[in-house]
Nanobody, 128 residues
Framework: QVQLVESGGGLVQAGDSLRLTCTAS????????MGWFRQTPGKEREFVAG????????RYVDSVKGRFTISRDNAKNTVYLQMNSLKSEDTAVYYC?????????????????????WGQGTQVTVSS
């Protein structure tokens, strides 16, 4: 069993930056694909960014490419999402996710239905 705890959300203005942090315990998450998803009321949870077990491969949804960066520190069991140039449409609850799949899916990278562990979510609100 892996527990994921997110932190770093908050209220910011458009154009600002935030860094989300997700820490896993008690077991090492180094074998897992790690990712961030987000969800707004009435909509499905959507993939935002993913990183493979070594940290050498990443995937992003088109809407955040060039603005968001995912990274991981396996020694600290931590994954980060650096969000720059935030827009009002980035407002959502952001969820950390762990997937035991050996590689990204050929489509978006990570699929909601295959996630093994979820964090509790952290709210990001961007005012325009």
């Amino acid at each position: 069993q892996v527990q994921l705890v997110e932190s770093g959300g908050g209220l910011v203005q458009a154009g600002d930056s935030l860094r989300l942090t997700c820490t896993a315990s008690p077991r090492s998450f180094s074998p897992y694909l790690m990712g961030w998803f987000r969800q707004t009321p009435g909509k499905e949870r959507e993939f935002v960014a993913g990183i493979n077990s070594s940290g050498g491969g990443t995937r992003y949804v088109d809407s955040v490419k060039g603005r968001f960066t995912i990274s991981r520190d396996n020694a600290k069991n931590t994954v980060y999402l650096q969000m720059n140039s935030l827009k009002s449409e980035d407002t959502a609850v952001y969820y950390c996710a762990a997937d035991r799949a050996p590689r990204f899916t050929p489509t978006q990278g990570m699929d909601v239905s295959s996630i093994d562990y979820w964090g509790q979510g952290t709210q990001v609100t961007v005012s325009s």
